[in-house]
Antibody, heavy 119, light 110 residues
């Protein structure tokens, strides 16, 4: 059974870089046809798609965040990661990682991790 | 790339049917049959309930159904049950090879 688990600091200072990792278990991140994505949800607000990456490192980013986001993949560790630079309080959110299948379905999600941006 | 537009809230009595709309543009909802719907209970991760406009993953009750007309997709819940009370989000593939979510709809079972 596929499982995804986010990890990383829960508190980041303004102007610094937010870094999160998603560990995939119960399946291989290198499976052809799958993408691996990041989605966030500010407290009390809706979902926002951040970006996605394939095992071959082909990536796509939300135009709104593209200048600050990098998603990378480490197939040897079965992990993929998110970096968001120059964070502000507006980046405070629960960050989810998810598997993205052909057809645009995010079919398996991590439990989410709250990241607060504050000094 | 703006969020897809959903009604903020929809309510219904047990057993009734409700429909949630999701309006986008020809660059997302109207241009592709890659519309998904997600159910999210408080404090939980979203759960996929509809993909490719009208397909249900295994295990999702058949009282959840999806459709699309032009730039608007819809999710219908028939035979509303207490456990259907949750937030619902649509999502669509876009012409930029990215994805966009809807603004979200809170479903209340009266």
């Amino acid at each position: 059974q596929l499982q995804l688990q986010e990890s990383g600091p829960g508190l980041v200072k303004p102007s610094e870089t937010l870094s999160l990792t998603c560990t995939v278990s119960g399946g291989s991140i290198s499976t052809s046809g799958y993408y691996w994505g990041w989605i966030r949800q500010p407290p009390g607000k809706g979902l926002e798609w951040i970006g996605s990456i394939s095992y071959s490192a082909s990536s796509y980013y939300s135009p709104a965040l593209k200048s600050r986001v990098t998603v990378s993949v480490d197939t040897s560790k079965n992990q993929f990661s998110l970096k968001l630079s120059s964070v502000t309080a507006a980046d405070t959110a629960v960050y989810y990682c998810a598997r993205l299948l052909t057809g645009g379905l995010h079919d398996c999600w991590g439990q989410g991790t709250l990241v607060t941006v504050s000094s | 790339q703006s969020a897809l537009t959903q009604p903020a809230s929809v309510s219904g009595s047990p057993g009734q049917s409700i429909t949630i709309s999701c309006t986008g543009t020809s660059s997302d909802v109207g241009g592709y049959n890659y519309v998904s719907w997600y159910q999210q209970h408080p404090g939980k991760a979203p759960k996929l309930i509809i993909y490719e406009v009208s397909n249900r993953p295994s295990g999702v009750p058949d009282r959840f159904s999806g459709s699309k007309s032009g730039n608007t997709a819809s999710l219908t819940i028939s035979g509303l049950q207490a456990e259907d009370e949750a937030d619902y989000y649509c999502s669509s593939y876009t012409s930029s090879s990215t994805y966009v979510f809807g603004t979200g709809t809170k479903v209340t079972v009266l």
